[in-house]
């Protein structure tokens, strides 16, 4: 059986689970997402689902930062959905997606729904801290060089990324 991975939940599957352009008679080509994470990105892009749907936005947020590789996305509208109520973000002015772990990924376990101001609130301390998460580069132990991820300074999160490049 032909088998594709999905660009967007990273599975392999069956080409039968992906969607395909028809281009001129018996030429096709797949698209690059599975037919789940598809239909899931054509509701969450139509802003009348959206209205209905608030949590839908939050995918829309979450997936825009994650194809800018901050983070991997695990979630689906079903689990923000259930994190919107757990959380009663119904009842919040302007709610929020906020990863208890900045560093974490969006998992269930990881986020929660919080005010807008108090994600903001966090994002300066953020900044005035080190980094959210650690207190100095787990590697050479500065704070004179601004964290870049992981808990790694600048020159070292490059010097290790040019090393596991060079690998
Ligand atoms: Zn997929
Ligand atoms: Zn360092």
């Known amino acids: 059986m032909n088998m594709k991975i999905c660009a ?8 039968s689970e992906f969607y395909r352009y028809k281009n001129r008679g018996k030429y096709f080509y797949y698209f690059s997402n599975c037919k789940k994470c598809e239909s899931e990105r054509r509701k969450v892009y139509n802003p009348a689902y959206r209205l209905i749907h608030p949590w839908a936005n939050t995918l829309n947020h979450i997936l825009y930062r994650c194809k800018r590789g901050y983070a991997k996305n695990y979630l689906n509208t079903k689990d923000l959905k259930s994190l919107w109520f757990r959380d009663r ?21 990881n986020c929660r729904y919080i005010e807008l101001t108090e994600n903001m609130k966090r994002d300066r301390k953020r900044k005035e801290t080190w980094a959210l998460e650690y207190k100095e580069c787990k590697n050479c132990g500065t704070v004179k060089i601004p964290h870049n991820a992981k808990g790694l300074c600048m020159s070292c999160y490059v010097k290790k990324w040019r090393v596991s490049r060079a690998l």
Do not use: H, W
């Open 89 to 109: 973000a119904f009842e919040m002015k302007n709610p929020s997606i906020d990863r208890k772990n900045t560093y974490g990924d969006y998992t269930l376990e």
């Open 8 to 15: 967007q939940c990273k599975m392999e599957k069956p080409v």
